[in-house]
């Protein structure tokens, strides 16, 4: 039996920047938006100060509901990494849900 690999993410973030909500060739609504994270955590028994922005994409009827969220507003989303087109080593986060 192969064992499912897991690939999601969870980040409390605001949105920066948000691009124009366009619609693909197939006919689906994307959005694609930039993330802030600024935190602290801890590590090996220290605190860390943590930022970071990345990029984000959402599609269907959540790209809908983030193209009408309110920019730099805090939000909890969920999702998974991608690379970011078939031959990029970017990544982008792709969200499946926020609140």
């Known amino acids: 039996m192969t064992e499912q690999v897991q690939n999601s993410l969870m980040l409390n973030a ?5 691009n124009v909500l366009r619609t693909s060739p197939g006919g ?11 935190s602290t955590q801890a590590e090996a028994g220290t605190s860390r100060q ?5 990029a ?7 790209a ?13 989303f969920s999702g998974f990494i991608a690379k970011k087109s078939r031959n990029s080593r970017q990544i982008i986060f792709h969200i499946t849900a926020f609140e």
Request: no cysteine; charged share 25%.
């Open 14 to 18: 605001q949105i920066t920047a948000k």
């Open 28 to 38: 689906v609504e994307i959005l694609d938006f930039e993330l802030q994270h600024v």
């Open 50 to 54: 943590v930022e970071v922005v990345m």
């Open 56 to 62: 984000a994409k959402a599609a269907g009827a959540l």
């Open 64 to 76: 809908r509901q983030l193209d009408r969220a309110t920019l730099l507003t805090t939000y909890r």
